[in-house]
């Protein structure tokens, strides 16, 4: 009994111990190993597309954001209150300077203007006949001086409510163009009221605002260029016309006015202006594609194609590898990053397959796959 319970457990620890053994080279040596022999394995290129970092002449520019607004603009009102008799006009249509725009009613006026008319040729006979008695002796000088004041009291009235019809015309101050009309015949309107907003926008101006720092390369007749939502991909040509009297001590910034030919009356008041000042002379700089610069919180990066160190065995003439670089990056205009420092004109720059590499990976360079990114992305 003795004898089959030891020859029991020696079986049993001797499967056991048999179990554990190809366990552990399962799950533990055998993974280790593969691993092993994987990392010490050569990687494979990856396949990227580069270009060069080039050398570029760039005109200096000043951004701002600014906002269109007339050369002349006002709410055209009413001296005096009256009944609107007739609209001469029609809402966003062009007038002259001089061009009637709104009649109010004058009855009451030139019915005034009559009386006082008949009242004032009275006067005049009155006077006139005094003065002759007068210079004849028979009137004393007392009625020739009242009768000539009432005479002239009579004329400067007759003069008022001329004024007061005259005023009852409501006329164009300059060429502009009317807003909507917020009035209609048979309406009263009030001294004061707005009837039609009218403004002058040939030229135009855009008004938009720089930093302290950047007001002294701001001139009058500096070039502008600016583009504006309602007309994607075009650019709209003026010059700087002046800067604000004084700085804003709230925000350090100052606001410029930039003058744009408007003859055909695409731009109107209000419109946003994305607007570039071209201030200073032209500067050489290194620009590479956007597509090529890794924007982080630790810096700006670029992925630099070099050739293989010479301390790896296993390069061949020829090889490329990738060497991260922190660069100083500056404006961006059409798609090229202008870089400051840490790139010389020539340097090849990752612009496709960044997601594949990283320091001291190998790869080949074929630029063909940037342009089936963008044609897939075209189709799309």
């Not at 190809?22 to 040596?29: L, N």
């Not at 650019?235 to 001590?249: C, I, L, N, P, Q």
Request: charged fraction near 25%.
């Amino acid at each position: 009994m003795l004898r089959r319970i030891a020859y029991f457990l020696i079986v049993t620890f001797i499967l056991g111990g048999l179990g554990g053994g190809i366990a552990w080279y399962a799950f533990d040596f055998k993974p280790k190993f593969l691993a092993q022999v994987i990392l010490g394995s050569p990687q494979p290129p990856q396949t990227i597309s580069a270009e060069a970092a080039r050398a570029e002449t760039w005109q200096p520019r000043l951004s701002g954001i600014g906002t269109l607004t007339a050369s002349d603009g006002i709410d055209i009102t009413p001296q005096v209150g009256g009944v609107v008799e007739q609209v001469h006009f029609e809402s966003g249509q062009d007038v002259k300077k001089g061009a009637l725009l709104i009649s109010l009613n004058t009855d009451t006026e030139e019915a005034e203007l009559r009386s006082l008319t008949a009242r004032l040729a009275n006067a005049e006979s009155d006077l006139r006949r005094r003065e002759e008695l007068f210079a004849k002796g028979f009137a004393p000088k007392a009625d020739v001086d009242q009768l000539r004041s009432q005479r002239d009291s009579l004329a400067a009235d007759a003069d008022r409510v001329r004024a007061t019809i005259a005023q009852k015309s409501i006329i164009a101050p300059w060429d502009g163009r009317a807003g909507f009309k917020n009035v209609s015949p048979g309406k009263y309107v009030a001294p004061g009221q707005p009837v039609v907003w009218l403004q002058s926008i040939d030229p135009i101006y855009a008004d938009f605002t720089v930093t302290e720092a950047d007001y002294g390369r701001i001139k009058p007749g500096l070039p502008v260029t600016a583009r504006f939502n309602a007309w994607p991909g075009t650019d709209f040509k003026g010059e700087v016309a002046t800067t604000d009297a004084r700085m804003s001590d709230a925000s350090r910034m100052i606001t410029v006015r930039a003058k744009f030919a408007n003859s055909d009356h695409r731009l109107l008041p209000g419109m946003y202006a994305d607007v570039l000042v071209d201030a200073g002379e032209p500067t050489s700089v290194v620009t590479v594609p956007q597509t090529a610069v890794t924007y982080s919180l630790y810096g700006d990066s670029v992925f630099v194609v070099v050739p293989t160190a010479k301390a790896d065995a296993a390069a061949k003439e020829g090889d490329l590898a990738i060497e991260r670089r922190f660069v100083k990056t500056g404006e961006v205009r059409a798609g090229r990053v202008q870089i400051a420092d840490g790139l010389k004109p020539g340097d090849r720059v990752v612009t496709a397959g960044h997601n594949k590499i990283d320091q001291g990976s190998k790869v080949v360079i074929d630029n063909s796959i940037a342009l089936r990114t963008q044609d897939s992305a075209t189709i799309q």
